[in-house]
C-alpha cells in the first residue's frame, strides 16, 4: 500500500468517527426499503 493509500485511509475513517460523512441522496431510503425487505449485510 502507497503512503498516500494510507493517508486517504486514516482520512476516511477520522471523518467516519467523527460522523462527518453525509450519505448520496436516496441512499437511507434505499437502505431502509432494503431492510424492509429482509435483507441483511
Known sequence: MT???AAKQRHYAALMGA??????PG???????ASAAGWSR
Do not use: P, S, W, Y
Request: proline share 0%; hydrophobic share 45%.
Open 19 to 24: 460522523g462527518d460523512l453525509r450519505l448520496r
Open 3 to 5: 503512503a498516500l493509500q
Open 27 to 33: 441512499v437511507t431510503d434505499l437502505i431502509r426499503e
